[in-house]
């Protein structure tokens, strides 16, 4: 009976009907899409923290306003998520105990710190550039309550992007100073935007069996390329260089030959060895333990709504 299932199953997913809560799935699927799922979310808020950290130094109220804006959309975009892995049986509460402890994986490119205000351009312009390139396929992946919530966190984070290709564009048109930080910044932030992808296809467990489900639309390194062909005509337009010298127009394939990343530098980082993992990991330990007191308040509250509505 159960390869029967399992057959049905397939034939669905590749006849593109899309996967629901209560329809049957096989165990392992479940279990992929809560990883990535949660590991997406987890991503979300602590995306939130780089970008905070300028929140206070923007250099006009509107930049300032802009950013605090994009950060609440960060948080929200968490929340869809939390909400389409609790559609699959996981608790909220079990995933951000694995974010706190360390166990639960999130983006890399988190652990890098943004050390000026550059740093927000090219955060929006590059990482959510990334962002969307892997995202937009995923608004056609094979769950449901995951494809629909990304069809509004897509929306989000293109507007996201131009609002950090547009703080790139004013450094690159103002002082040599401005040019310069856009410059560093790019200088910093280009490898490590490559490794968001993930590992090379050749060394990705899991990208065959998610292809097979359509949860992932393409592989790593088939996004990989889509980011450089994209992004190296938008840095020429700027007046900035990448910053790597293999970096050649291949004619024949019709798209950028480029370098190879630092993978031990990757897996460094995602093991938890990164600039600022330690710091992010304590800066999400220390909200939600300060946010205990809204969470209570919250619970005391609906009971005692409960308790009226039942008199
Ligand atoms: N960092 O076999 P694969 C955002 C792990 S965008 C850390 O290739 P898979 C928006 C991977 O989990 C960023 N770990 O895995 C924003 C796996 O470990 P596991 C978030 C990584 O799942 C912008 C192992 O390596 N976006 O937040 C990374 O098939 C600005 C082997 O890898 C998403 O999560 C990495 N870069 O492919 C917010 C998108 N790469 O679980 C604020 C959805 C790989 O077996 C500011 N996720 N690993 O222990 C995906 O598309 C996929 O999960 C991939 C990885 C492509 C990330």
Known sequence: VEINLEEQFQARIDADIRIEPKDWM?????????????QHAHSELV???????????????????ILLSKVQDEAGHGLYLYSAAETLGASRDQMLADLHS???KYSSIFNYPTLSW???????????GAAILNQVPLCRTSYGPYARAMVRVCKEESFHQRQGFEIMQTLCEGAPEQKA????????????????????????????????????????????????????????FLGLTVPDPALKWNETKQGYDFGEVNWEEFWNVVKGNGMCNKDRLGARVKAHEEGAWVRE?????????????ET
């Open 102 to 104: 360390g166990k639960a």
């Open 297 to 309: 308040a919250a619970l005391a509250h609906a009971k005692k709504r409960a308790a009226k509505a």
């Open 47 to 65: 995306g939130m923290l780089p970008e905070g950290n300028w929140i206070t130094r923007a250099p006009s109220l509107k930049r300032k306003s």
């Open 118 to 128: 550059a740093d927000m351009g090219t955060v929006g312009w590059l990482v959510d």
């Open 181 to 236: 930080m856009a410059q560093e910044a790019l200088n910093r932030w280009w490898w490590p935007t490559l490794m968001m992808f993930g590992p090379k296809d050749a060394d990705s467990p899991n990208t065959e069996q998610s292809m097979k489900w359509r949860i992932k639309r393409f592989t790593n390194d088939e996004l990989r390329q889509k980011f450089v062909d994209m992004m190296v005509p938008q840095a020429e």
């Open 26 to 38: 096989p165990d392992a699927y479940r279990k992929t899409l809560i990883r990535q799922i949660s």
